[in-house]
């Protein structure tokens, strides 16, 4: 072999290494910003390791608000009909935070299976249902039951 062509077959490899290397890193950078969506149902079913950033959807469970402690720190439960989770969240909730609504958390669970959120998103007016949360609920067949309690002019859109 030519050290010429030695030389080629060198810088080419060395190229599709560093090609590799940065591959590699953009794929490391995509796994750590991933955020993966759960219902209650499915967080019951598996377990989520306590350092995973996820979202947590649902319907916020009537009954379950309260505020803890120094006041800004509040605690309620996130349902999808079947299942509840309870979620502690401190600072302040969006206006359209009320019990029976549909919300969506993001945080990490803590030791003790409660999920510590970092935001909580509430929907933003009465047609509303986050997708996650709505397809939450037509799995565990609340979606109907909240289609014949509502009153014909606010039926929910997903």
């Known amino acids: 072999m030519t050290k010429r062509k030695q030389r080629r077959l060198t810088l080419l490899g060395l190229g599709m290494l560093a090609l590799a290397g940065a591959t590699a890193l953009v794929l490391s ?22 350092d995973r950033y996820v979202r947590l959807g649902g319907l ?14 509040t605690r309620f439960a996130v349902t999808d009909g079947k299942e509840a989770v309870t979620v502690r969240y401190r600072g302040m909730l969006p206006d359209l935070f009320r019990e029976g609504q549909g ?12 999920f510590v959120a970092k935001e ?5 007016d009465e047609n509303y249902m986050p997708p996650e949360v ?3 609920l037509k799995e565990s067949g609340e979606w109907e039951k909240m289609q014949k309690t509502l009153k014909p ?6």
């Open 120 to 124: 909580v998103l509430a929907k933003h």
């Open 60 to 73: 916020v469970k009537e009954g379950s608000v309260e505020k803890i402690g120094d006041g800004a720190t």
């Open 134 to 136: 709505a397809e939450a």
């Open 29 to 50: 950078a995509f796994e750590d910003n991933l955020v993966f969506f759960y219902s209650p149902s499915e967080v019951q079913a598996k377990t989520i390791p306590t």
């Open 103 to 114: 919300v969506v958390t993001q945080g990490q669970f803590n030791g003790d299976g409660v």
């Open 153 to 158: 002019d606010q039926g929910m859109t997903q």
